[in-house]
């Protein structure tokens, strides 16, 4: 009777585990992945990359890098020093302080660690709101020596003429506008048109699983992308964070759509 007994329960165990086999089968077929059942997804093609979003095959390549840019507000320095500059343009009475090849510039304070970031980024907002800019050859020689000069602008404008948000995070928004190496869309040569849709898998959550829009346009010849954060100190930390985690230098990027960039 005993060795019945056993024999039943071995029995009932085997069975058990046999339906349970077969029940996480199943439950794998009939997983879904994007808009089919994952046992039925084949390998993407030569030159595209699974979307792990809606597990599409996109145009894609790695050996991407990628990095994040923000904009400053000039009220996160209320402790810094006040520095005076150059602001292109004239005061209110219509005086002014230098002028330089038919153009006028007047003297103006601002915070310190504010000019400089503006120096770098090209853009940032004052305490009062407004927009200041400096590009990359703004300088005058007041007293014969290079000078940098500022000007307000109407909002951060990108390449193709669209504002950047003004907001403390880029995730805010539905599309995250990006900086790439502008021309004809060539993911295998790091070349992308303005307009296109982009995802980028292998950087950390929760950017890994967003889309940006390439607007802009950087200063690079290589495979690069950089991510417009927003403004502010916390998105100066996450530009950061987005630039130094790895795999920053050799990171997959996927072209998944296209949308016109429109001023």
Same mark, same amino acid.
């Given at each position: ?11 009932? !165990? ?5 339906? =349970?086999? =077969? @029940?996480?089968?199943?439950?794998? &077929? ?22 792990? +979003? ?7 390549? @790695? ?5 994040? $840019? /923000? ?11 006040? !520095? ?8 209110? #009475?219509?005086? /002014?302080? $230098? ?5 006028? *510039? *007047? ?10 970031? !503006? ?11 407004? +927009? ?17 000069? $500022? ?27 990006? &900086? ?11 070349? +992308? ?18 889309? $940006?829009?390439?607007? =802009? ?8 992308? =950089?991510?417009?954060?927003? *403004? ?23 072209? !998944? #759509? ?6």
């Amino acid at each position: 009777m005993k060795r019945i007994t056993i024999f039943l329960l071995l029995s009932f !165990v085997a069975l058990a585990t046999i339906i =349970d086999a =077969d @029940a996480a089968i199943s439950k794998t &077929a009939k997983k879904i992945c994007g808009d089919m059942l994952c046992s039925e997804v084949k390998a993407c093609p030569k030159d595209q990359i699974r979307d792990p +979003i809606d597990r599409k095959c996109y145009p894609g390549s @790695a050996g991407w890098k990628i990095t994040g $840019y /923000f904009l400053p507000l000039e009220k996160d320095y209320p402790a810094d020093r006040m !520095v005076w500059t150059y602001v292109s343009g004239q005061k209110r #009475g219509g005086s /002014f302080d $230098y002028s330089e090849n038919n153009s006028t *510039y *007047y003297l103006k304070q601002f915070k310190q660690t504010f000019l400089n970031e !503006v120096a770098i980024q090209g853009s940032g907002m004052t305490s009062d709101g407004r +927009i200041l800019q400096s590009w990359q050859n703004d300088f005058i020689s007041p007293d014969g020596q290079r000078t940098r000069f $500022y000007h307000y602008g109407s909002c951060a404008a990108t390449f193709t003429g669209v504002c950047l948000p003004v907001s403390t995070s880029s995730l805010n928004e539905p599309l995250i506008m990006v &900086a790439v190496t502008h021309g004809s869309t060539n993911m295998t040569d790091g070349v +992308i048109e303005h307009g296109t849709l982009l995802r980028i898998p292998d950087i950390p959550s929760p950017w890994n699983a967003r889309t $940006y829009w390439a607007v =802009d346009i950087g200063e690079w010849r290589d495979k690069h992308i =950089d991510i417009f954060t927003g *403004y502010g100190k916390s998105a100066r930390d996450a530009a950061y964070k987005i630039t130094k985690l790895p795999p920053q230098e050799d990171s997959r990027v996927l072209a !998944v #759509g296209f949308k016109e960039a429109k001023p």
